[in-house]
């Protein structure tokens, strides 16, 4: 199984810096280090297996904005508890 953390962790680690150079844009993140950024999720997954060689699951695709808005998911419930 893939682990994917190192290239998570680079990318907030650098993500303001990331942001004033790549904004908008989906990064291709492989070995702790921008490998390619673009226009689209799919232009970026089909350029990291296609063109780059890289396996599914050994890379990491994060679009690059400013917050957690682009990695970070709230979940709602309706339910309430009396």
């Given amino acids: 199984m893939s682990n994917l953390k190192p290239e998570f962790d680079f990318y907030l680690a650098h993500q303001s810096e990331l942001v004033s150079q790549y904004e908008g844009k989906y990064l291709v993140i492989k070995d702790e280090g921008v490998r ?23 890379f990491l ?22």
Avoid: M, W
């Avoid at 689209?40 to 396996?55: D, M, P, Q, R, V």
């Avoid at 695709?61 to 400013?66: A, H, S």
């Fill in 36 to 58: 390619g950024a673009y226009e689209s999720l799919k232009e970026a997954i089909e350029t990291a297996i296609g063109n780059l060689h890289y396996l599914p699951g050994d």
């Fill in 61 to 82: 695709v994060q679009r690059c904005t400013p917050g957690n808005s682009d990695y970070t998911q709230t979940f709602h419930s309706r339910v309430s508890f009396a």
